[in-house]
């Protein structure tokens, strides 16, 4: 039998064993995702029981996240009839934390001439008074993508449930005499006010090859003018998709509306690379005046630059929660299966847990943290003292429900004689850690977290440092290893890989991982460095699922502290 054959069969009992039926058939109307009751929403092993995701179907890009009112609004891509892309509209769920999640109607959906062919991605801006206002891109019959306009019907709805399109929809249509591509005009961002009381927004777009945030200006949000250049472009990179920009502090961790500017504000700016498959930031300067974008020296404004995250994160969105006066970001994580298994399960994607942005100290990169809400969550704590693990050594960390958990744990070393030598031309850290998986041995390293693993070990996804020395410093390597994440189910099992600007004989070499059923997301160095892995194990799920510590280095390594907790299912949808 192919082995093709034989992990279908495999995938099909298991799903099968864990209450899936069949698809529930298509219907001729956008249903609210809350009141589906499809096999989705019963127990599966891919479920997950704290990330954001709806009962069923296709999602992708979040949308126009927002506060209004006290209330979180998160927007989403989403088809109402299958598991696949296709008849996009855009879902809507509130939440008062970030962490649970009701359901209501979809806010946009296809119903007029310049988005009949689907509702595309987009941005919320808060206009004065806090006025709400969403920014998306339409499909129109000749498959053009033009921008629109919605608003709220009724502001004193927190729910904000019922949203109205502009009359002056289209807002912007892309023109030959502009030299715009109307198959590469979308996703506008959110709006900022400049200092002449105009509005800005920019719309990702590509020409030749090139990559550009094109910027429009506006005085009353509804009639915007092109820019004669783009904030920003760059060769090569393609089509921008989904592209953000927000101001960060030099001495701040605090998050701030899109429309300030002045001393100790650097801007960041964000793009999709749809080609990659990838996004990339910058860090530079803003001049308000001229409306131009400088990245700071050091930045790469293309697919060798700086990633919010190094695993399967996609379609990202920020906003500005005025509430607690922090940057969050939310970003799409797609599946690594194929559509045919897609639909068997009956849904496809999901969301990342939202997380705190804010600029490092150092000013050369963004840091990222889980949003403190999550820890709600937690239940069920063990704490292990201090240890050390020696070289080939592993350590189970019981008490926690390792399908559905969040550690914390933190590694000191004390010799750093034998760490290996970085050779010159090891430059590509993806590729690094494919070469030097878990299982290969090195002098420091690799040592990390072994997760969704079955007891014996088989089967695992790990998430680890190695230590290399370059003359007289050492750079860290971190790396998420699916090779073993799944015995008998075949799909991508990448090796992820970052270089962490992190001096481990200075500072602390922690790792945090949330795990989900079928995600583990990392967080290496207090926020350095960020990897979302997709897993689908066949042996550690449910019960079956284990939590290791592990040193494959032939130098050992002290644990100096280890927490681990439990996580109780969240209220989505």
């Known amino acids: 039998m192919a082995k093709s054959c034989v992990w ?53 890009d979040p949308n126009g996240p927002m506060i209004y009112k006290g209330i979180y609004h998160l927007f989403y891509q989403y088809n109402p009839y299958e598991a696949v892309w296709g008849n996009i509209v855009w879902a809507h769920s509130t939440s008062t934390d970030l962490v649970n999640w009701a359901a209501h109607p979809p806010a946009i959906y296809p119903s007029h001439p310049y988005d009949i062919n689907g509702c595309w991605s987009g941005s919320a ?135 300030v500017i002045g001393s100790g504000i650097r801007h960041v700016l964000k793009a999709s690379l749809g080609g990659t498959g990838h996004e990339y930031y910058t860090v530079g300067t803003y001049n308000p005046e001229n409306d131009t974008y400088v990245p700071d020296k050091g930045f790469v404004d293309d697919s060798r630059g700086l990633r919010y995250d190094y695993g399967k994160f996609y379609g990202s969105k920020t906003f500005f929660d005025s509430a607690k006066n922090r940057r969050v970001l939310w970003g799409w994580i797609s599946e690594s299966t194929n ?83 970085l050779d010159p031309s090891w430059t590509n850290p993806q590729e690094l850690c494919s070469r030097n998986g878990a299982s290969v041995k090195g002098g420091l390293g690799p040592f990390g977290l072994m997760v969704l693993a079955s007891k014996d070990l088989q089967e695992y996804t790990a998430v680890f440092f190695r230590i290399f020395k370059v003359q007289t410093n050492y750079v860290v390597l971190m790396c998420t290893d699916l090779s073993r994440s799944s015995l008998h189910l075949d799909y991508d099992k990448p090796t992820y890989g970052a270089f962490m600007d992190l001096d481990p004989v200075r500072e602390k ?44 280095g032939t130098e050992n390594v002290t644990i100096s502290s280890l927490t681990a907790w439990s996580m109780k299912k969240a209220q989505i949808n």
């Open 8 to 60: 279908v069969i495999c995938l099909f009992s298991l799903l099968l064993g864990h209450g899936v039926l069949e698809l529930e058939a298509s219907q001729h109307e956008y249903r609210n995702p809350q009141s589906m009751q499809s096999q989705s929403s019963k127990r599966q092993p891919y479920r997950t029981a704290y990330h954001f995701q709806p009962p069923q179907n296709w999602m992708n």
């Open 125 to 259: 801006t808060i206009l004065p008074g806090e006025k709400p206002a969403i920014l998306y891109t339409g499909i129109n019959p000749q498959n053009r993508q033009v921008q629109n306009l919605a608003m709220p019907k009724n502001l004193s709805d927190p729910f904000l449930i019922e949203w109205v399109k502009s009359p002056y929809n289209p807002i912007l249509i892309p023109t030959f005499e502009n030299n715009i591509d109307p198959s590469s005009f979308r996703d506008p961002t959110t709006a900022w006010l400049g200092p002449d009381g105009r509005w800005r927004m920019i719309i990702g777009s590509n020409r030749n090859g090139r990559g550009m945030a094109l910027l429009y200006r506006s005085k009353d949000f509804i009639h915007w003018k092109k820019a004669q250049h783009p904030l920003h472009s760059s060769k090569d990179t393609g089509m921008w998709e989904c592209p953000d920009f927000y101001p960060v502090s030099n001495s701040s961790k605090n998050g701030f509306d899109s429309s």
């Open 339 to 421: 559509a045919t298994i897609d639909l068997t399960k009956g849904w496809s994607g999901l969301q990342a847990i939202p997380r705190k942005l804010w600029l490092d100290k150092s000013g050369k990169q963004i840091m990222q943290w889980p949003v403190k809400e999550i820890e709600k969550l937690r239940t069920n704590q063990v704490n292990l003292p201090s240890k050390v693990l020696i070289g080939g050594s592993v350590l189970e960390v019981a008490g926690v429900t390792g399908s559905q958990a969040d550690v914390d744990i933190l590694f000191e070393i004390s010799d750093y004689e034998k760490a290996d030598v």
């Open 509 to 552: 070499l922690s790792l945090r991982s949330l795990i989900d059923h079928s995600i583990v997301e990392s967080f290496g160095g207090e926020g350095k460095a960020c990897f979302t892995a997709r897993v689908y194990p066949t042996m550690a799920i449910g019960d079956g699922a284990h939590l290791f510590a592990f040193n494959n």
